[in-house]
């Protein structure tokens, strides 16, 4: 499977902005994104992009969320920008390549009021 490593965490003031990176260990010809997960809360979908750079938002994020990716260095990112409390969870990015979905380890990202 594919090897995800994840990173740009951390704790953030409301309305401020982080980046989220995932690296992976060989070339993802399909869909890469990202996941969420707070505590007491469901997994959600917080966006996916396509080899050909086609995106999907949840609408929790649309206009202040942007993934992309470069696919020479395997790479997806998760701009966030105007931060709120209710981001705060653990991020989860994936890739799919084949019959697989391979997962990374999760980076928190705790924003505060």
């Known amino acids: 499977q594919v090897q995800l490593v994840e990173s740009g965490g951390g704790l953030v003031q409301a309305g401020g902005s982080l980046r989220l990176s995932c690296a992976a260990s060989?070339?993802?010809?399909?869909?890469m994104g990202w996941f969420r997960q707070a505590p007491g809360k469901q997994r959600e979908l917080v966006g996916g992009?396509?080899?050909?750079?086609?995106?999907t938002y949840a609408d929790s994020v649309k206009g202040r969320f942007t993934i992309s990716r470069d696919n020479a260095k395997n790479t997806v990112y998760l701009q966030m920008n105007s931060l709120n409390p209710e981001d705060t969870a653990v991020y989860y990015c994936y890739a799919d390549r084949g019959l697989f979905r391979s997962w990374g380890q999760g980076t928190q990202v705790t924003v505060s009021s």
């Open positions: 060989e070339s993802t010809i399909n869909g």
């Open positions: 992009i396509r080899s050909g750079g086609s995106t």
